[in-house]
């Protein structure tokens, strides 16, 4: 795990670089790097960006701080190692690539659209959904992959490159 003096931003794929963003700046300062130390994670926002902040093992990684499944705030949920656990449906996502590592319990679309189940505990019956618009809504919502925001580590602080449309609200 990294030491605060090797902390470093980690790689994350371009095609899942948050929209409007920009990996050449302009970079904003958002945190101190002491207030985030290895294992942890915190919120920034600025309008309604939320940005979850976390240091892992593969270095520290700016994305939404929204489940890609239902919204809820990834901040409050649980890191482990590159993985950060929804407090809401248990849906686990890996920090380092942007995937699913484990669906939401109510199920739904993965990111490519193949269909997952509604989590059932082992050696219990499958759940069912009664007909309706609540068990359609559960079927068709996606879980996407999570998009990252550029950051940088300059002078003992954490830099994060905002969205265009957000950047004049500061």
Not at 61 to 73: G, K, L, N
Not at 80 to 91: F, K, N, R, S, Y
Not at 110 to 118: L, S, V
Request: charged residues 25%; negative net charge.
């Amino acid at each position: 795990m990294p030491h605060q003096g090797d902390a470093r931003p980690a790689p994350f794929p371009a095609t899942l670089r948050a929209p409007g963003t920009s990996v050449d700046g302009p970079f904003e300062a958002v945190a101190e790097l002491a207030d985030l130390p290895p294992g942890s994670m915190r919120r920034v926002s600025r309008g309604d960006v939320d940005v979850l902040l976390a240091n892992t093992p593969a270095g520290i990684v700016a994305t939404d701080d929204r489940c890609p499944h239902m919204s809820a705030p990834l901040s409050i949920g649980e890191l482990e190692d590159c993985i950060v656990a929804c407090p809401l449906h248990e849906g686990r996502f890996d920090l380092s690539s942007g995937e699913t590592v484990q669906m939401p319990t109510t199920g739904g679309l993965d990111a490519d659209g193949a269909y997952q189940p509604t989590w059932s505990p082992a050696g219990r019956d499958p759940k069912t959904d009664p007909p309706g618009k609540k068990a359609e809504a559960r079927r068709l919502t996606r879980v996407r992959r999570l998009r990252y925001y550029p950051l940088r580590i300059a002078d003992g602080r954490i830099e994060l490159a905002w969205p265009a449309d957000v950047r004049s609200e500061g």
